[in-house]
């Protein structure tokens, strides 16, 4: 089965520093990986996809991954953290398995943006 | 309406009572997901739909939890029997035919507290 491995707990940065926060996934043959965000009391909110092509993906408030065959990971990345991006992160990649295309989660991490 | 709903939002209930989670997808998404978060856990699957037919129930936790969909719009969510470990928030999810490439969008979950 295909799955994704969030290593982190909680990602601490400051205020305007760079944010990375790491993921790895493990596929057989292509891989489609997701990240998704979570707000306090909310539902997930989707951010970015890796489908194909270019390695660096742009999405939602500023995120951008990078796609890394040979290290298998795919790093959520922001230039300069904002406090309202503290909120939990989830990686996920589709599972293909059984036909039904779902999307294996992470356990995900904490980012805790300090003012 | 324009994004996931589900409904009720919070629900307590009594150990060895019912409850039904209702989840209203994106009109026109055939795929339909049901996830479960549990405190300080990921996501875990329970079910996904493609229109009304559930190809995959592997994820549901015992024979206490059902699901439907119809219309394939629509889907309910029973729990019999409740128990207190069944206290998680749920996740409906809907996504566009349910292909690989597609995201899937998430609705703000029902908080089931079991007591």
């Known amino acids: 089965a295909q799955s994704v491995a969030q290593p982190e707990d909680q990602v601490n940065v400051a205020e305007g520093n760079p944010l990375t926060v790491k993921c790895t996934y493990s596929?057989?043959?292509?891989?489609?990986l997701f990240w998704y965000v979570q707000y306090p009391n909310r539902g997930l909110q989707f951010l970015l996809k890796?489908?194909?092509?270019?390695?660096l993906v742009k999405g939602s408030y500023g995120f951008e991954a990078e796609f890394n065959k040979s290290q298998t990971s795919f790093h959520l990345k922001k230039p300069s953290a904002l406090v309202s991006d503290s909120a939990l992160y989830f990686c996920?990649?589709?599972?293909?398995?059984?036909?039904?295309?779902?999307?294996?989660f992470g356990k995900g991490n904490q980012v805790v943006v300090i003012p | 309406g324009a994004g996931v709903s589900q409904s009720p939002s919070n629900k307590v209930t009594e150990k060895g009572k019912d409850v039904e989670l209702r989840c209203d997808p994106i009109?026109?998404?055939?795929?339909l997901y049901w996830y479960r978060q549990s405190l300080g856990q990921g996501l875990e699957f329970l079910i996904y739909?493609?229109?009304?037919?559930?190809?995959?129930k592997s994820g549901l936790p015992s024979d206490r939890f059902s699901a439907e969909r119809t219309g394939g719009s629509v889907s309910t969510l029973t729990i019999q029997r409740t128990q207190q470990e069944d206290s998680a928030v749920y996740l409906c999810?809907?996504?566009?035919?349910?292909?690989?490439?597609?995201?899937?969008?998430f609705g703000q979950g029902t908080r089931l507290t079991v007591v």
């Open positions: 999810a809907s996504s566009l035919r349910g292909g690989v490439n597609t995201e899937a969008f």
């Open positions: 009109s026109g998404h055939t795929a």
């Open positions: 739909f493609q229109g009304n037919s559930a190809p995959d």
């Open positions: 996920a990649v589709r599972d293909m398995a059984r036909g039904n295309n779902r999307l294996a």
């Open positions: 890796y489908i194909t092509g270019d390695n």
């Open positions: 596929v057989s043959g292509n891989p489609y």
